[in-house]
């Protein structure tokens, strides 16, 4: 198991320096990883902070944890555009970028707002032509492609990422639906959800979703698999040690620690950072 923290960027955290300081302490107090939120609203006319420039700002600050997004909704973001980013990114990192990927929602009215798809059928179409893209142009290799939502007229990326095969990228998705699992299967990873900012998946959920998508991992995506659960402890003790010893049975291979900003001051994030990870 590993131990992680997740931002929102609005608010308070929407100071990509703030942000970049936390995620030093975060990596002086042995976390493996900080990961942010990627919105483009979430209270408006609340503060926010773009997700990219906030990560350039944390791998400055570090040399080892883990960054990435949780999670970019690929329906607003042209894949050629992302995959010079993340490829950069990845460079500037020396190989810690994830990208963590879904369709999004309108939780925040991120879609309605700004004339979004509100087809979860199309969002998810996108999501699985931007991939395709995505990988396509991190290849490094010729590359076309001719979708509904995509279109790419031969042409060749470079640099390729430092990580190789790939650059690893997490699906979300929320369970019990079936098919986001599905394409989690054939990639790194995958970030389940409940569907609200309410409430957590119980580890025997978990348990039930490691054995769905374990289904579908077929001899050509054989390799590490990473299973990222988020939640919140009030501290690194014995009985939150006991609850992330739940998840870890049942599979979960990530510990994110939530610190969403309607309930924890800069001041208390600060506070439990340093008390390091639940291990």
């Not at 973001?77 to 970028?97: F, I, K, N, Q």
Request: proline letters at 8%; aromatic letters at 10%.
């Amino acid at each position: 198991m590993r131990f992680g923290i997740s931002f929102a960027t609005s608010g308070p955290y929407s100071d990509p320096r703030l942000l970049a300081d936390l995620a030093r302490e975060a990596e002086d107090a042995q976390w493996d990883g900080c990961f942010l939120w990627d919105h483009i609203q979430v209270r408006p006319p609340e503060t926010m902070a773009d997700p990219w420039v906030a990560l350039t700002a944390i791998v400055l600050a570090t040399s080892r944890i883990r960054v990435g997004t949780l999670v970019t909704p690929l329906y607003r973001r042209y894949p050629w555009e992302l995959a010079r980013e993340t490829v950069t990114l990845d460079h500037l990192s020396e190989g810690r970028l994830v990208l963590g990927v879904g369709l999004g929602s309108d939780l925040f009215g991120e879609i309605s707002t700004f004339s979004g798809p509100l087809d979860d059928r199309v969002r998810a179409q996108m999501l699985d032509e931007g991939l395709a893209v995505l990988t396509g142009l991190w290849s490094g290799e010729s590359f076309s492609f001719t979708g509904v939502h995509f279109q790419v007229s031969s042409t060749r990326f470079v640099p390729v990422p430092l990580q190789s095969p790939r650059i690893p990228i997490w699906v979300a998705g929320t369970w019990p639906r079936r098919p986001p699992f599905r394409r989690a299967a054939r990639f790194e990873g995958v970030v389940p959800v409940k569907g609200d900012l309410q409430s957590s998946l119980s580890a025997a959920q978990v348990g039930e979703l490691v054995d769905y998508v374990s289904q579908y991992r077929d001899s050509k995506t054989v390799g590490p698999f990473d299973v990222v659960f988020s939640a919140e402890t009030s501290e690194s003790g014995a009985r939150a040690r006991q609850i992330v010893a739940q998840y870890a049975a049942a599979g979960a291979t990530w510990w994110l620690e939530n610190m969403h900003p309607w309930h924890r001051t800069p001041a208390q994030v600060r506070d439990r950072i340093r008390q390091g990870p639940p291990r």
